[in-house]
C-alpha cells in the first residue's frame, strides 16, 4: 500500500477530469461556445461551427481541463495524503489545497505574472454556486479514493505473508 497513490493515480485524474467537464461545462451562449474557466485566449466559433465540426473544435477547449485535472491530481494524489491520515481529513485537506490552488492562480493573474482568463474568486451568486460545488466534488473523490486504500487495507490487500 506505499505507492496505492502512485497506482490510483491515472484513475483519480479520469475522475478529476470527468468531474470538471460535467460541473464546469464548456458554456454555449447565443453567440457561440466559451470555456467556462482558465481560457482567456480560447478560439470561439459559432454555435453552428462548433456543432458542425465538434471533434475538430473540441480539443482547445479541452486544454484547460486536462491541465486543470493534472494539477489536481498532483494535490490530491500527492500533497493531501500527506498532510492527513484519515480518509475524511485527506477529502478536506483537498479541498482546502483547491482553494488555496484557486488563491494561487487569482493572485498571479492579478499580479500580471500570467493570463488565466476569468476571475475565480468573485462575488457572484452562480460563480461560488459553482466553485463550492466542485471544490466538495473533488473532496469526495478524493476521500472516496482514500476509504478505497482503507478497506484494501482491512482486506490484507498489500501486506507481505511468509510462505509456509
Known sequence: MRWF??????????????????????????????????CANC???????????YWELIW????????????LTVLGCGIAPRLAKTPVRIGWASCG???L?????????GAGLWNAGSK?????????????????????????FAYLKEWLIGKGVGRVRPTP
Open 5 to 38: 497513490w502512485a497506482w490510483v493515480s491515472p484513475s483519480y485524474y479520469a475522475a478529476v477530469f470527468i468531474v470538471l467537464w460535467k460541473l464546469c461545462p464548456i458554456s454555449e451562449d447565443g453567440g457561440g461556445p466559451m470555456a467556462t474557466f482558465f
Open 43 to 53: 478560439p470561439s466559433p459559432t454555435g453552428d461551427e462548433f456543432r458542425d465540426h
Open 60 to 71: 482547445p477547449f479541452a486544454i484547460p481541463y486536462f491541465v486543470a485535472a493534472c494539477l
Open 97 to 99: 489545497l483547491v482553494l
Open 101 to 109: 490552488l484557486a488563491l494561487v492562480v487569482d493572485g498571479g493573474s
Open 120 to 144: 475565480i474568486f468573485v462575488w457572484d451568486d452562480w460563480v461560488i454556486y459553482m466553485e463550492v460545488k466542485t471544490t466538495l466534488y473533488i473532496g469526495a473523490t478524493t476521500a472516496v
